[in-house]
Nanobody, 124 residues
Framework: QVQLVESGGGLVQTGGSLSLSCSAS????????MGWFRQAPGKEREFVAG????????YYVDSVKGRFTISRDNAKNTVYLQMTSLKPEDTALYYC?????????????????WGQGTQVTVSS
């Protein structure tokens, strides 16, 4: 059974930092791009960051550029999202997802496996 399990969410004050992890089991995802998405209450799921299969290419939505960093460790089948300078508008349920392509795409229809999400809440 393929599983993606996120961890590291929590409550943090504005300007704080959190580090999310996504551990995969059931198969290896070293040959596909991985992504982080988020969904705030009443809003659509939004692409946040993606990383190519070898980790040599990354892409971020404009609102998190310079604050978030995505990385991966293929030996551990794990992807990370380091978040700094957090803002209240970053509050959302954060999901990691495994894509079906080697390159990064923002559209969620190109991601086949999803975790259950980890809540990030930024207080003002």
């Amino acid at each position: 059974q393929v599983q993606l399990v996120e961890s590291g969410g929590g409550l943090v004050q504005t300007g704080g930092s959190l580090s999310l992890s996504c551990s995969a089991s059931g198969r290896t995802f070293s040959s596909v791009a991985m992504g982080w998405f988020r969904q705030a209450p009443g809003k659509e799921r939004e692409f946040v960051a993606g990383i190519s299969w070898r980790g040599d290419s990354t892409y971020y939505v404009d609102s998190v550029k310079g604050r978030f960093t995505i990385s991966r460790d293929n030996a551990k089948n794990t992807v990370y999202l380091q978040m700094t300078s957090l803002k209240p508008e970053d509050t959302a349920l954060y999901y990691c997802a495994a894509g079906r392509l080697r390159v990064i795409v923002a559209a969620h229809r190109f991601y086949d496996y999803w975790g259950q999400g980890t809540q990030v809440t930024v207080s003002s």
